[in-house]
Nanobody, 123 residues
Framework: VQLQASGGGLVQTGGSLRLSCAAS????????MGWFRQAPGKEREFVAA????????YYVDSVKGRFTISRDNAKNTVNLQMNSLKLEDTAVYYC?????????????????WGQGTLVTVSS
């Protein structure tokens, strides 16, 4: 599967952005989908994930209540709605796919990665 992320940009603190990830292939609904991010000088970290189908969602504690991951299996897309953005949300955000369909916070379990989209939150 190939992944193409979009929607990053510059936003002020407290603002919102919506990231989208378009996936190729005919078996999108069978994949777990996730978002990871990497801030400058830091390791890549898990942000959110959703099980295959109309599956359950998972979030890192720091984004709970602010970010929402959703998938549209008819359109082969996964979105990340980010509200109440903070300076510490600044990072390159990566869309990922996991072929067994079960969401995970562990990056080494995801076999497919998009190119990343930069989110910059300014004060």
């Amino acid at each position: 599967v190939q992944l193409q992320a979009s929607g990053g940009g510059l936003v002020q603190t407290g603002g919102s952005l919506r990231l989208s990830c378009a996936a190729s292939g005919h078996t999108f609904s069978s994949y777990a989908m996730g978002w990871f991010r990497q801030a400058p000088g830091k390791e890549r970290e898990f942000v959110a994930a959703v099980h295959r189908g109309a599956g359950s969602t998972y979030y890192v504690d720091s984004v709970k209540g602010r970010f929402t991951i959703s998938r549209d299996n008819a359109k082969n897309t996964v979105n990340l709605q980010m509200n109440s953005l903070k300076l510490e949300d600044t990072a390159v955000y990566y869309c990922t796919a996991k072929s067994d369909g079960f969401a995970s916070p562990r990056s080494n379990e995801y076999g497919y990665w998009g190119q990343g989209t930069l989110v910059t939150v300014s004060s």
